[in-house]
DNA sequence: TATTGTGAAAGGGTTCACAGCG
DNA sequence: CGCTGTGAACCCTTTCACAATA
C-alpha cells in the first residue's frame, strides 16, 4: 500500500472551493458545476474534477455537485470544521496580530497557549490569557493538548522553540520566522515568509516581461 | 523572442540562497559550492545550479562560487539593495506589526504611507507617518512614488483597495486579505493566505500518512 | 582533481478529450 | 443532453550524468 499524496497547490485549490461553497450555500445555491467553482477560483473545470476526485466521487453527471453535501465532504477532507488547539510561540505585535484575528477563532483555531521569553512580557493578560515563560512550553503545551504551534518569533529563536513544540507533542507547525526549521519527519511544517514574497514582487518589478510561473 | 520564465519554486530557492550567501559572507568566507548551498536550502547540488543558470554562471568549475560576487549578483537579480516605496492599505494589528518589523526596513522596504477607511484611525500618527485617508490612495501614493502595495484590510476591502493601488501605478502587490484579487495583467500580485495555510496542517493532521507534495 | 554547466531522462502536475451516467 | 470522472497526452520541473574546465 503506497502512500497517497497530494500536491501542494491542489490542497490551497481545494481551501479556495471550500471557500466559495460556504458563499454559495450561504446564498442558498442547491448545485455548482465544476465550471462555476473553476471561475471563481482561476483554474478550470478538469482541474476542480480531478482535485476532487482524489477524495471520491462527490457530483452527479449532467446536474453538478450538491453545494451543502459537497461543503460538508471538503470541510471534513481538509480538517476543519472541529475545533483545534493552537499556541503562538512569540508575544510580539505579529504574535497580537494573529491572536486578534478574528477569521481565525471562527474557522475553528483557538489559541490556548502564548509563549515569550521577555521577562516584562511573561505574565502579561492577553484577553483569558497569561503569556508564559517560553521555557514551560514543552510542559504547558502538552497539557493543554495543543495540536499547532505557530513561530512568531524572532529568527535566531525560531529553532529552539520549534524544539520544544516537538517535545510538547505538536506535530503541525506555521513558522512566520525568516529561518529554515529542521523538524522530524512526521512534524508539518508551513513556512510564511516575508521577505520572500516581497522579494517575488521585486524580481517581477525588476524584470518586466519575464513570467513567473507557478 | 520568447518571454523567459521561471517558476515560483526557483524564485523562492533564490531567495534562500541570498540569505545564505549574507550568512557566509558575513562569516568571511571567499568560496561557497552548490553542494553546500544545497545542503543548507534543503535541496540538492543539480538545483542550485539550474537555478542560478536561468541568470548566467557565476561559478569557476573545480573551485565553486565567489561568495561577495554572487551575492551581489543574486541580490541585483532579485531586485534588492535598493530602496523600494511600500504603502500599507489597513491600518490595524497586521498593518501595525509589518510596519514595525525591522528587517523590513533592513532590506530596503520603506514604508512610505498607510491608509485605513476608519475615521478614528485616519490622522494617528505612525512614527514619521500619518495614517490618511484610503480614498487618498490613488492620489498620495503615486505621489510618494509607492511601488509596492500591501493589502492588510478586512476581505470585503480588500478589491477596492488593490483597484485603488492600481490607479496609483502600483504594480506590484502582496496581499493578506482572505479574498481573490482581480487585476490587470501587468500587475504582479501574492497573496499570503493564513487560513490556507493553516489548513494545509489540519489536513495533514486528519490525513496521516498522505503525502503533501511540493 | 573538484566542481560547474547542461543536455537528456525521469517525475509529477495539468490539460485534453471522451466514455459513462443521471 | 449535460456534466462528471478519468485515462492519456502534454508540459514543466527536478534529477541524473557527464563533458568541460579552473
Chains 1, 2 share one sequence.
Not at 483555531?109 to 521555557?135: C, M, N, Q, Y
Request: glycine content about 10%; some cysteine; overall charge positive.
Amino acid at each position: 500500500m503506497t502512500a497517497p499524496r497530494i500536491s501542494d497547490s491542489a490542497l490551497r485549490r481545494l481551501s479556495h472551493y471550500l471557500r466559495f461553497l460556504e458563499a454559495f450555500e450561504a446564498a442558498g445555491r442547491e448545485t455548482v458545476s465544476s465550471e462555476e467553482l473553476a471561475e471563481r477560483g482561476g483554474t478550470t473545470s478538469a482541474q476542480v474534477r480531478k482535485d476532487l476526485s482524489h477524495f471520491g466521487s462527490f457530483g452527479k453527471r449532467g446536474l453538478g455537485y450538491p453545494v451543502p453535501e459537497l461543503r460538508s465532504r471538503l470541510a471534513g477532507i481538509l480538517g476543519v470544521g472541529r475545533r483545534w488547539n493552537v499556541a503562538l510561540a512569540g508575544a510580539g505585535k505579529l504574535g497580537a496580530a494573529l491572536h486578534a484575528y478574528d477569521g481565525f477563532r471562527r474557522r475553528g483555531f483557538h489559541v490556548v497557549a502564548v509563549f515569550d521569553s521577555d521577562p516584562r512580557k511573561i505574565g502579561r493578560r492577553w484577553g483569558p490569557l497569561t503569556v508564559e515563560d517560553v521555557a514551560r512550553l514543552a510542559t504547558s503545551a502538552r497539557e493543554k493538548a495543543v495540536e499547532i504551534g505557530i513561530v512568531v518569533t524572532p529568527a535566531d529563536a525560531a529553532q529552539e522553540v520549534a524544539d520544544a513544540m516537538v517535545d510538547a507533542g505538536i506535530t503541525a507547525i506555521l513558522n512566520f520566522a525568516p529561518a529554515k526549521l529542521v523538524l522530524p519527519e512526521n512534524v508539518s511544517l508551513r513556512d510564511v515568509n516575508l521577505a520572500i514574497e516581497l522579494e517575488a514582487l521585486c524580481f517581477a518589478l525588476t524584470h518586466e516581461g519575464w513570467i513567473v510561473g507557478r
